[in-house]
């Protein structure tokens, strides 16, 4: 069992920044890929980003392709999203979450992922 917490949620400004974090329970941490996604009001969970259990790999939706950066440290069991040119449509409650060993790194869902953060709110005001 793994237990993750995340935080740096809060209001911002179109265009401006924010960096999330997700601090992860265990001595196993590194043993697991990780990802972020993300839930806007009345819409589906979707796909952010996810990293490879080393860090040398990383995976973005489209949409945030160029402007999101994920990453992690496994000395400090935590992984990070750095959002960058936040846009209104980035509104939403962030999670991040514990990659299933062995699933497809195509086409991530939330059904492979196994582990789940209680999520932290971003704001985007226009």
């Known amino acids: 069992q793994v237990q993750l917490v995340e935080s740096g949620g809060g209001l911002v400004q179109a265009g401006g920044s924010l960096r999330l974090s997700c601090a992860a329970s265990?001595?196993?941490?590194?043993?697991?890929?990780m990802g972020w996604f993300r839930q806007g009001p009345g819409k589906e969970r979707e796909f952010v980003a996810a990293i490879s259990r080393s860090g040398g790999s990383t995976y973005y939706a489209d949409s945030v392709k160029g402007r999101f950066t994920i990453s992690r440290d496994n000395a400090k069991n935590t992984v990070y999203l750095q959002m960058n040119s936040l846009k209104p449509e980035d509104t939403a409650v962030y999670y991040c979450a514990v990659k299933r060993p062995g699933t497809s790194w195509n086409n991530l869902q939330p059904t492979s992922f196994m582990y789940w953060g209680q999520g932290t709110q971003v704001t985007v005001s226009s």
């Open positions: 265990g001595r196993t941490f590194s043993s697991y890929a």
